[in-house]
């Protein structure tokens, strides 16, 4: 069920140049399938991971791909 899709969501946040340095980052994004830029930088912000916004919007385009 929705651990499953915590952990497809894991494994493809992983596959991100940046978000691979940071598996507990990755591993927050994937259970708290944040949608919106705003959410991810509140979830990067923690870490001090600088992303640009278009970065940003890679990893909620891999969200909505494993989110449904």
Do not use: W
């Amino acid at each position: 069920g929705s651990e499953m899709c915590i952990r497809d969501r894991f494994t493809a946040l992983m596959e991100n140049e940046k978000l691979k340095q940071y598996p507990e980052v990755s591993s927050k994004i994937a259970e708290l399938s944040p949608l919106t830029v705003s959410d991810v930088r509140v979830i990067i912000s923690s870490k001090r991971i600088a992303m640009d916004t278009s970065e940003i919007e890679e990893v909620i385009t891999v969200i909505r791909q494993h989110v449904l």
